[in-house]
């Protein structure tokens, strides 16, 4: 009797902790699947080592700070172009190194080229693609820029009128920002799917 209980508590023990693997999975699938756009190619990186002082390398430490970027090719240079949400002098800066300059491929960030990144009050990093989503959805281009709004905690899509707060992604209308992953380790951002 004492062997049938043993392998019984064993079987449910078992089964119990598949149960919970299971569970974990689809919560994590879902939550990711849901949250990071894989519409447009994103793979966007920043060396904070080489820029200590721009705006960008201070932008995940400060909650509520955002700022909104985009490379632009000046006389055969990368350039950078960082324009904050707190009324701060843009920013335009020369990516003069040779991986940053030769190796990096800028091409695919988002739809149109342009990320919003920052810090949300809550200390979350946030990375979304700068179009209006229910726009890029809804027609057939892809130019639809977000604008500061709400003292730069929020951004406007001209076309729609549709606001979407920052710290969520999220308009009043439950449509949701184009959002990327973020990651650091002190001396690189990298933005991707």
């Not at 519409?39 to 700070?65: I, K, M, W």
């Not at 899509?157 to 209308?173: A, E, H, Q, T, W």
Request: aromatic fraction near 10%; glycine fraction near 6%.
């Amino acid at each position: 009797m004492r062997n049938k209980n043993c392998c019984a508590r064993n079987k449910l023990g078992r089964w119990a902790a598949s149960a919970i693997a299971i569970v974990t999975a689809l919560t994590a699938c879902t939550s990711d699947g849901y949250r990071y756009s894989t519409d447009y190619p994103c793979n966007f990186t920043f060396y904070v080592s080489y820029h200590q002082t721009s705006v960008l390398a201070r932008v995940l430490d400060n909650p509520g700070l955002y700022v909104w970027v985009e490379v632009q090719k000046k006389l055969g240079v990368n350039h950078l172009m960082v324009h904050p949400n707190n009324g701060d002098a843009d920013e335009d800066i020369a990516l003069t190194t040779e991986i940053e300059n030769n190796r990096l491929d800028y091409d695919m960030m988002g739809a149109n080229g342009q990320l919003i990144v920052g810090c949300s009050p809550f200390g979350e990093w946030k990375a979304y693609d700068r179009q209006c989503p229910y726009c890029l959805d809804n027609t057939t281009t892809r130019n639809h820029p977000l604008a500061w709004t709400n003292n730069g905690q929020a951004v406007k899509c001209s076309r729609c009128s549709r606001v979407y707060n920052l710290s969520s992604g999220i308009s009043d209308d439950g449509e949701r920002l184009k959002e990327y992953r973020v990651q650091t380790n002190g001396t690189v951002i990298q933005i991707h799917n």
